[in-house]
Every structure is written in structure tokens, then in C-alpha cells.
């Protein structure tokens, strides 16, 4: 049964690169045509989708962090990763990987996720 | 952006009450929708997809309904283990969007 895992510090200074990385295991990444995603909880918020890349390599990103956000996979070591730039207190969150359980079998232009890691919680703080 | 608003954000219950939660999509996302359950320090649980299929191993006390703009997730007899936060999810229109969360805490 795939597992993911989030890794990552848990401390950025502001106007810093956020980075984590998510280790897939018990299943490879390229099997199946998946959505590698990450999601972000903030506090007393909700959540919030970041984007999603596919082992090889297409990444697609929430536009309201687009210009912020860099995703990559390395299917090879099982592991995908966030980069977020210039980080401000407003990206203290829980960061969540997940993968698409394929789902949408219709009319839908996404996907609801049955895996997900435990998270990962970030602060950012000087 | 598909706007999803849930209600109430807070539920005080029993075990063993019925409890019901709402959520309400800004435009059709059809049957496109899907519940959560998050617990600190867990990973987060599929509930249901496509607003009214349960997904492996969750117990049939939960159930959701509804298509379009309006749609429900009840829990039939609460259990202990049912305390925690609750989220919808569109993922009719891109990029998918969430709920702002219901707290189920006991009564």
C-alpha cells in the first residue's frame, strides 16, 4: 500500500525558500498516471491546493501562488518536492502530500486525494 | 475560483447523536465533490467521493448527499473516534477548492 511521507525543515526565515520533499513508498510513482499534489493547512483556515506535478515532470500550480511555487519529481528515489520563494509569516501552514485516487471519471478538471502524508508543519519566523 | 462555504464551523454533539454537515458550492460542480476528515498529527481521511461514495474501509455511519450547489455529510451515530474537523472539496473546476473546515467536538 503507497505511503508518502513529508520531510522538510520546520523553521524559514522570512523572504526565504520553503523546500520539502515527499517520499513516496510501497508503490512507485510511475505506476498508474497519478498526481504527485501538495496542500497546505493554515491555521484557523482552510486548506488550500498548492499544485500537482506527474512523474514526468508536467507540473501544474495553483494560480494564486504560481509565481512563488516550483514543483519536481525524481520518480528514481521515489520522491517529489515544494519549493516556495520569498516566504512570508502568511505561509506558516501544515503542508500536506497527497495523491490522486482517480476519481474523476467525468466532467471534472480535478481530483479528490485518498493518500495523503501526515503533514508537515513549516513556521515562518526570523 | 469555485467558492466552497461549509456550516456550522463548529458542532457540539454526543456519541451517538446524528449529526449533519452542510456545504455549499458558488456554482454547479455536479456530483464532483468530496469529504475529509482531519485529525492533528494524521494523515487526513478520504470519506467520500463524488458526494456519495463511501470509500474503502470507512463505516457505513457515514453517508453524503446532494448534487449542483448543495450537498450534506452525515454522520449517523456518532463514535468516539469521530471527533476531529471536517472538510469538502470541489474538484468539478480547476483549481479545486476546499471548505473552510466544521470542528465536530464533544458536547
Redesign the interface.
Known sequence: QVQ?QESGPGLVDPSQTLSLTCTVSGGSMLSGDHYWTWIR?HPD?????IGYIKASGSAYY???LRSRVTLSADPSKSQFSLNVHSVTAADTAIY?C?RD?A?????????????????SLVTVTS | DIQ?TQSPSTLSASVGDRVTITCRASQNI?S?L?WYQ?KP??????LL??AS?L?DEVPSRFSGSGSGTEFTLTISSLQPDDFATY?C?Q???????????TTLELK
Open positions: 508518502l493547512h483556515k482552510g486548506l488550500e491546493w495553483n494560480p494564486s500536506y497527497a485516487g476519481f474523476c471519471t467525468g466532467d471534472c478538471q480535478e481530483d479528490a486525494f485518498d493518500i495523503w502524508g501526515q503533514g | 466552497m455536479r464532483w468530496a482531519l498529527g494524521k494523515a487526513p481521511k478520504l467521493f463524488k461514495s470509500d472538510f472539496q474538484y468539478s473546476g480547476f483549481p479545486c477548492s476546499f471548505g473552510q473546515g
